[in-house]
């Protein structure tokens, strides 16, 4: 059947019809039958007065009316008129076959009665039963099959087996979740493509401008530290400045690539347990070069039973951002301070600077991508603009929050959270 | 030290050469593709060979995995790879072996293939 709402019309207009249609006929019959009984009280009450009127003398009351009218004419005139016998005679005459004839009548109608009303709840019975069929096997089961094949999409039990839904509309609405659950399933596997491509984009890509500068770096390396050859001071001091630019273009695009990793999800963290204050310690030795240059000192302090579960290199980046950043906004003969402090089950590393600090409405701006705060004063400033972008985002991955504390003029603290951390074994055996 | 260095790119020979040969003093072979590097491998001993991970004919994985799978071990191998680690759907297991990244500093490439040396000796007392 091609239409649903075909079928539930039929059946509805069925079921009515045929109960009030029925119905009707029953309650007509019903009421021919009682018409009937009237007219037989009213043939008795004729007989009667006609028998007394033919057998007596005496005036006969007519307290009634008759119907048709004739018949009540003939009595009345046969009270006027004795004579008039032939008459009434003929009267009860018709009167007799008249109730014989309405005797006759009475058990069909009788029986018409039953057998409508009978019809009446036979059909009703048997379009309630169809109706049933219909809403069971055209409507509920279909929609329950489609709601499977819903949950079962949902849960990534998509099958690709074929089957052409009933032309019908619940046909139709299957048909159509069958062409969106296949669109969805398009695009997951373009995405998925797209995502592949931008992986081995990014592997070619780094390895297509690492080599380059392999060569550059190596050669300017080379040549200033005079392995060639001794070279007369100008040039080596040209040759220190294409070697530092390299080197930052080197860094930019690490951390260009480090952004683009973490931006397509493919940034697996290597986490391990790791003594917290072995990894701080590998961090300061590796900072103290710079510190030195910058005239400032640095300062590391941490609680050496603590240990974390992070990917060390990550966050050894982040810790390195931070510090050496505030080594650079530093002013000579300061101190950078770095504390681990445990708080609500997170423990919070900070890094706090005293240098010119970060003007309110640039503290949330600094963590966005090529945000940097400038310095005229201080040549070491010369960042790529990505280093909090990375921090924040490996913070992120690791499960924490990074933020800033300062007030301009007074120095600034860069702190953040890790939470999956511990005391050390024999910390935890002792107590 | 007698260096096997695997490397399809002539510019990175060249500097590479230069650091190792001038600064480190060391007697370096190169070879420019991966069917020729697992001849020399296989064939030869060296007191280390770098080994880049993308050549020709051959990259430096296979290089490595067929090395591996002919059971001689008289080579230790480091990776050079202008690929980052972490990039790798398979992170390799690397018996002996350390890793390189590039861009290198010249400078101090002798004193990284020492360290990763000297690690790897120590690891193997360890174990």
Same mark, same amino acid.
């Given at each position: 059947?091609?239409?649903?709402?075909?079928?539930? @019309?039929?059946?509805?207009?069925?079921?009515?019809?045929?109960?009030?249609?029925?119905?009707?006929?029953?309650?007509?019959?019903?009421?021919?039958?009682?018409?009937?009984?009237?007219?037989?009280?009213?043939?008795?009450?004729?007989?009667?007065?006609?028998?007394?009127?033919?057998?007596?003398?005496?005036?006969?009351? @007519?307290?009634?009316?008759?119907?048709?009218?004739?018949?009540?004419?003939?009595?009345?005139?046969?009270?006027?008129?004795?004579?008039?016998?032939?008459?009434?005679?003929?009267?009860?005459?018709?009167?007799?076959?008249?109730?014989?004839? +309405?005797?006759? @009548?009475?058990?069909?109608?009788?029986?018409?009665?039953?057998?409508?009303?009978?019809?009446?709840?036979?059909?009703?019975?048997?379009?309630?039963?169809?109706?049933? +069929?219909?809403?069971?096997?055209?409507?509920?089961?279909?929609?329950?099959? +489609?709601?499977?094949?819903?949950?079962?999409?949902?849960?990534?039990?998509? #099958?690709?087996?074929? !089957?052409?839904?009933?032309?019908?509309?619940? =046909?139709?609405?299957?048909?159509?979740?069958? &062409?969106?659950?296949?669109?969805?399933?398009?695009?997951?596997?373009?995405?998925?493509?797209?995502?592949?491509?931008?992986?081995?984009?990014?592997?070619?890509?780094?390895?297509?401008?690492?080599?380059?500068?392999?060569?550059?770096?190596?050669?300017?390396?080379?040549?200033?530290?005079?392995?060639?050859?001794?070279?007369?001071? !100008?040039?080596?001091?040209?040759? =220190?400045?294409?070697?530092?630019?390299?080197?930052?273009?080197?860094?930019?695009?690490?951390?260009?690539?480090?952004?683009?990793?973490?931006?397509?999800?493919?940034?697996?963290?290597?986490?391990?347990?790791?003594?917290?204050? &072995?990894?701080?310690?590998?961090?300061?030795? #590796?900072?103290?070069?710079?510190?030195?240059?910058?005239?400032?000192?640095?300062?590391?302090?941490?609680?050496?039973?603590? !240990?974390?579960?992070?990917?060390?290199?990550?966050?050894?980046?982040?810790?390195?951002?931070?510090?050496?950043?505030?080594?650079?906004? #530093?002013?000579?003969?300061?101190?950078?301070?770095?504390?681990?402090?445990?708080?609500?089950?997170?423990?919070?590393?900070?890094? !706090?600077?005293?240098?010119?600090?970060?003007?309110?409405?640039?503290?949330?701006?600094?963590?966005?991508?090529?945000?940097?705060?400038?310095?005229?004063?201080?040549?070491?400033?010369?960042?790529?603009?990505?280093?909090?972008?990375?921090?924040?985002?490996?913070?992120?991955?690791?499960?924490?929050?990074?933020?800033?504390?300062?007030?301009? =003029?007074?120095?600034?603290?860069?702190?953040?959270?890790?939470?999956?951390?511990?005391?050390?074994?024999?910390?935890?055996?002792?107590? | 030290?007698?260096?096997?260095?695997?490397?399809?790119?002539?510019?990175?020979?060249?500097?590479?050469?230069?650091?190792?040969?001038?600064?480190?003093?060391?007697?370096?072979?190169?070879?420019?593709?991966?069917?020729?590097?697992?001849?020399?491998?296989?064939?030869?001993?060296?007191?280390?060979?770098?080994?880049?991970?993308?050549?020709?004919?051959?990259?430096?994985?296979?290089?490595?995995?067929?090395?591996?799978?002919?059971?001689?071990?008289?080579?230790?191998?480091?990776?050079?790879?202008?690929?980052?680690?972490?990039?790798?759907?398979?992170?390799?297991?690397?018996?002996?072996?350390?890793?390189?990244?590039?861009?290198?500093?010249?400078?101090?490439?002798?004193?990284?293939?020492?360290?990763?040396?000297?690690?790897?000796?120590?690891?193997?007392?360890?174990?």
């Amino acid at each position: 059947m091609s239409s649903l709402r075909a079928v539930f @019309l039929f059946l509805a207009s069925l079921s009515l019809f045929s109960f009030t249609g029925f119905g009707f006929l029953a309650y007509d019959a019903w009421k021919s039958r009682l018409k009937l009984e009237d007219k037989l009280a009213q043939s008795y009450n004729v007989l009667s007065h006609a028998q007394k009127a033919f057998d007596g003398d005496k005036k006969v009351e @007519l307290n009634f009316k008759l119907q048709p009218n004739f018949r009540q004419k003939t009595l009345t005139a046969f009270e006027k008129n004795r004579r008039s016998r032939t008459r009434l005679t003929h009267l009860l005459k018709t009167e007799l076959s008249f109730q014989k004839y +309405l005797y006759q @009548l009475k058990p069909e109608l009788t029986r018409r009665v039953q057998v409508y009303w009978l019809l009446a709840f036979v059909f009703s019975a048997v379009s309630s039963l169809l109706y049933f +069929l219909f809403l069971k096997n055209s409507i509920f089961k279909p929609i329950f099959y +489609l709601n499977r094949r819903m949950q079962d999409f949902l849960n990534n039990r998509y #099958s690709y087996e074929f !089957e052409a839904p009933a032309n019908n509309e619940l =046909g139709r609405l299957h048909s159509a979740f069958n &062409q969106l659950a296949q669109k969805v399933l398009d695009q997951i596997h373009d995405l998925t493509q797209l995502d592949r491509a931008k992986s081995e984009f990014l592997s070619i890509a780094s390895h297509e401008l690492r080599t380059p500068l392999t060569s550059i770096k190596g050669s300017l390396s080379l040549l200033e530290h005079g392995v060639i050859g001794e070279v007369n001071p !100008e040039t080596k001091s040209l040759l =220190g400045i294409a070697g530092q630019e390299t080197d930052r273009l080197i860094r930019l695009i690490n951390e260009l690539l480090d952004l683009a990793k973490i931006e397509a999800g493919q940034f697996p963290l290597n986490k391990k347990w790791i003594p917290l204050d &072995q990894l701080l310690k590998k961090t300061k030795d #590796s900072l103290q070069g710079l510190a030195e240059s910058a005239h400032v000192k640095l300062e590391f302090h941490c609680n050496p039973h603590i !240990e974390t579960l992070i990917d060390s290199d990550r966050i050894q980046q982040v810790i390195t951002n931070l510090a050496s950043n505030a080594i650079k906004f #530093s002013p000579k003969d300061s101190k950078v301070i770095l504390r681990v402090i445990e708080e609500n089950n997170n423990i919070i590393l900070e890094v !706090e600077d005293s240098g010119p600090g970060i003007a309110p409405e640039d503290q949330v701006l600094i963590f966005e991508k090529f945000r940097q705060a400038t310095s005229e004063e201080n040549p070491l400033v010369k960042g790529t603009g990505l280093g909090l972008a990375i921090a924040r985002a490996i913070v992120e991955e690791h499960g924490g929050e990074i933020s800033v504390r300062s007030f301009p =003029g007074k120095g600034s603290v860069f702190l953040f959270s890790l939470c999956e951390w511990r005391l050390s074994k024999a910390i935890r055996v002792s107590a | 030290m007698k260096i096997l260095m695997a490397e399809d790119d002539l510019n990175i020979v060249t500097i590479a050469r230069m650091a190792l040969e001038k600064i480190g003093k060391h007697e370096v072979v190169v070879v420019n593709d991966g069917n020729a590097a697992l001849d020399k491998i296989l064939n030869e001993s060296f007191d280390v060979v770098l080994l880049d991970e993308m050549m020709p004919k051959l990259n430096g994985r296979e290089v490595f995995a067929k090395y591996l799978a002919s059971n001689k071990k008289h080579n230790r191998i480091i990776f050079m790879s202008a690929n980052n680690r972490d990039l790798d759907d398979k992170p390799l297991v690397f018996p002996e072996v350390g890793f390189i990244a590039k861009p290198f500093d010249p400078m101090t490439l002798s004193q990284q293939i020492e360290a990763i040396i000297s690690g790897s000796a120590h690891k193997q007392e360890a174990v």
